[in-house]
């Protein structure tokens, strides 16, 4: 563990550090990659239906049996583990498909990503533009203070907002008025800063479908006089959302920032076989940042082919959090704090200078 | 008129996949499709700095490796976001064996 430039982050997409991350040649840099022969690296990134067919059919099956538990045993106690299943299906694995298939590596076949895409776009209640434009400045520049739009946690970090974050309120809150503002025809300063202008109408569009949807529901709950179609519909972001943070977070939190090597800001986790399923393992996070033309369901092959060039992974969430938490806390006092991760001997150097960059210097 | 130049042996490019190819200060990609024609793209992807030569050909398709943006490589036309320009393509011939383009 070691400390850094001293700098303070602002992170804002259109303030200070974005103007220092351009001058200093952070945002849109050349990134570390291992060296993976053509023949190789081709068959990693080989496309096809059929593992993600059949993932989707079982996900689906599973939403579509876990809701009919809910409204079976709508009522009594028995509604609960039908809840927690649906909820986290609907909440937490609706993350990892949206990005999958926002990155177009699922499915082969370009509709099948895009019609999953659209539906966990809305299970998680993001604006399937605004949010296609964001990842790909996220992948753009991971981790560049003032450039990436998806940074978890921030530094000092703010330990309250990520315990709430376990219960999907925060996100919920928002969520649902980012969405009314869009549909109304608002986009912020923010957004327009990594959605191009000739894509911001698109945003406004798919905002107004999205609260079409749960309009819709409201009136149906209000007609029924029931809460059921919202805890079908809606509220699953709230309650079901711990799965995702508790594997979303781990991607980059306590690592370095400000670095352009995704072996020192990003983290693989070993995890088991029900959380990679619900994350579409995404616990090989590092691998995926280095090379996102990998499909999912490659990802392990792809692991075991550069990890000589990678740090140790975690051998467990736990294990990860153990890690994670004193860095937290030391960066509460010391925001340059972080958790510098070990090179194997086996791996080619990261480039120092960027490492130590100091951001004050473009000031 | 534009000059044709030699950009590599026909033997270079695996069928459905792409290679760089460097020239006068310029990068071009040359594709070999699933049913043997070839073509030529500017070789940077038209949403940030990426070669497409590292990407993927899918039947008439190059995605990009950086954000996997999709473009027609046979007519350049960008396939959606986060592409949204189109590619600049180039008229290939195949002489003696090797794949010149005119640029
Ligand atoms: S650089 Fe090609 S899709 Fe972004």
């Known amino acids: 563990m070691t400390t850094a430039a001293k700098t303070k982050r ?16 952070l945002a849109s840099a ?25 993932d989707t059919i079982i ?20 509604v609960v583990p039908f809840l927690f299943v649906y909820g986290v299906l609907y909440g937490s694995s609706s993350d990892s498909r949206w990005h999958e298939c926002g990155h177009g590596t699922a499915f082969r076949t370009r509709w099948m990503n895009d019609v999953v895409y659209h539906i966990a776009s809305f ?16 992948h753009t520049d991971t981790i560049i203070v003032g450039r990436d739009a998806e940074i978890a946690v921030m530094r000092p970090p703010d330990l309250l907002k990520a315990a709430l974050a376990f219960t999907g309120i ?29 894509e911001q109408h698109k945003a406004v569009v798919a905002a107004r479908w999205h609260m079409a949807v749960y309009v819709a529901t409201i009136a149906f709950a209000i007609a029924l006089e029931s809460w059921q179609p919202l805890v ?31 072996r020192l800001n990003t983290r693989t986790v070993y995890m088991n076989p029900i959380s990679r399923f619900i994350y579409w393992n995404m616990n090989y996070h590092v691998e995926h940042h280095i090379f996102p033309m ?54 080619r150097p990261y480039r120092g200078e960027f490492h130590e960059v100091d951001m004050s210097a473009a000031e | 008129m534009a000059d044709w130049v030699e950009a590599c042996a026909v033997d270079d490019v695996e069928e459905e996949d ?50 996997n943006g999709r473009f027609n490589y046979k007519t350049g036309a960008a396939k959606g976001a986060p592409v949204c320009v189109n590619l600049v393509t180039y008229p290939v011939k195949i002489e003696a064996g090797k794949v010149m383009i005119q640029i």
């Not at chain 1, 990659?33 to 239906?49: G, I, N």
């Open chain 1, 10 to 25: 602002d992170y804002s997409l259109v303030g200070e550090s974005t103007r220092a991350a351009i001058e200093t040649g």
């Open chain 1, 30 to 54: 050349e990134w570390y990659h291992t060296d993976v022969p053509r023949k190789a690296m081709k068959e990693l990134m080989q496309r096809s239906d059929g593992p993600a067919i059949r």
């Open chain 1, 59 to 78: 996900w689906i099956a599973a939403i579509l049996g876990s809701a009919a538990g809910i409204v079976w045993f709508w009522g009594s106690w028995w």
């Open chain 1, 123 to 138: 299970m998680l209640m993001r604006n399937p533009v605004q949010w296609r434009w964001s990842h790909a400045r996220h």
């Open chain 1, 170 to 198: 925060l996100d919920f809150r928002y969520s649902l008025p980012t969405l009314v503002r869009q549909a109304f025809g608002t986009l912020s300063e923010e957004e327009k800063s990594y959605i191009p202008e000739m």
């Open chain 1, 232 to 262: 079908l519909v809606g509220l699953p972001r709230l309650y079901g959302t711990w799965h995702m943070v508790m594997t979303g977070l781990l991607q980059h939190i306590g690592l370095a920032d400000n670095v352009v090597d995704h």
């Open chain 1, 294 to 347: 990998v499909p999912y369901h490659a990802l392990p092959k792809l692991h075991e082919l550069i990890k000589h060039d990678l740090p140790e992974p975690n051998p467990s969430m736990w294990h990860a959090y153990r890690e994670v938490w004193p860095v937290l806390l030391r960066q509460l006092k010391y925001e340059d704090f972080y958790l510098k991760r070990e090179l194997p001997p086996t791996a």
């Open chain 2, 18 to 67: 792409v290679i760089r190819f460097d020239h006068g200060g310029r990068t071009f990609a040359i594709y070999r499709s699933p049913d043997d024609e070839f073509f030529a793209t500017d070789g940077y992807c038209t949403h940030e700095k990426a070669h497409l030569a590292d990407g993927l050909v899918m039947d008439d398709i190059i995605e990009c490796p950086k954000h």
